[in-house]
C-alpha cells in the first residue's frame, strides 16, 4: 500500500473510485486547500486505485471552542476508506501513521481529531491507537449539497481526542547508544 499527499491527476480517479456525495466535489475543495498551504490530503492506493483519504489541517480543528484550547495542534479529518468491504483491514491505520509522520516532520508534537459521538468503532480504533480523550465536546459543523442542488446543513455532536508524538529525529544524528 502506498500512502502519499494528493496530486492534481489524481482527481479523476479519486472521484471514480471514492465518489463525492452528491454534488460536494469533497476532493478538488480538499486538493484546492492542500495547494493554498492549509492541509495535506493524503490517499492511500492499492495498486492504481485509491482506497482511502484523510486531510490533514494545519491551522487545527475549525470548531473554534477548540482550536483556543489546542492552539498549534494540527487536525486529522475527514479519515474514510472505501468502499466498505475494504474497512477493518489496516488502510485507516496506515493512513493515520502517515499523517502522524508528516505531523511530526513538521516539527509538531500532537496531533488531534474528532470523532462523532456515535462512532464507537472509530473511537475505539483512535484510543486503541494512542489518542486520548481531551474532554472536550463540539458540534462538527459542515454541508453538502445532495444531487438536487439542495444545501444541508450538519452538526453532528463529537469530542476531541489528541494524541502526543515525540520529537522527529535530527537528521544525520548519531542513534542513541
Not at 489541517?57 to 476508506?81: H, R, S, T, Y
Not at 502517515?98 to 508534537?109: D, K, L, S, T
Not at 481529531?113 to 459542515?142: F, I, K, P, W
Amino acid at each position: 500500500m502506498d500512502i502519499r499527499p494528493c496530486r492534481e491527476t489524481d482527481l479523476e480517479l479519486l472521484e471514480a473510485h471514492m465518489p463525492s456525495p452528491g454534488q460536494t466535489h469533497r476532493h478538488v475543495m480538499r486538493f484546492d486547500r492542500q495547494q493554498e498551504g492549509l492541509s495535506t490530503l493524503l490517499v492511500s492506493w492499492s495498486g492504481e486505485i485509491p482506497v482511502g483519504t484523510a486531510q490533514i489541517l494545519w491551522q487545527g480543528c475549525a470548531a473554534p471552542e477548540i482550536n483556543q484550547c489546542f492552539p498549534d495542534c494540527p487536525e486529522l479529518n475527514g479519515l474514510g476508506v472505501w468502499p466498505p468491504e475494504r474497512r477493518s483491514h489496516g488502510i485507516g491505520t496506515a493512513i493515520i501513521h502517515a499523517a502522524e509522520a508528516h505531523v511530526q516532520r513538521r516539527g509538531y508534537r500532537r496531533i488531534g481529531l474528532g470523532v462523532d459521538d456515535a462512532n464507537h468503532r472509530a473511537a475505539a480504533l483512535y484510543l486503541r491507537l494512542g489518542y486520548q480523550e481531551t474532554g472536550c465536546h463540539y458540534l462538527d459543523r459542515h454541508h453538502y449539497i445532495d444531487d438536487h442542488g439542495t444545501r444541508h446543513e450538519v452538526a453532528d455532536p463529537a469530542r476531541f481526542l489528541i494524541k502526543q508524538l515525540p520529537a522527529a529525529p535530527i537528521r544525520g544524528a548519531a542513534p542513541a547508544e
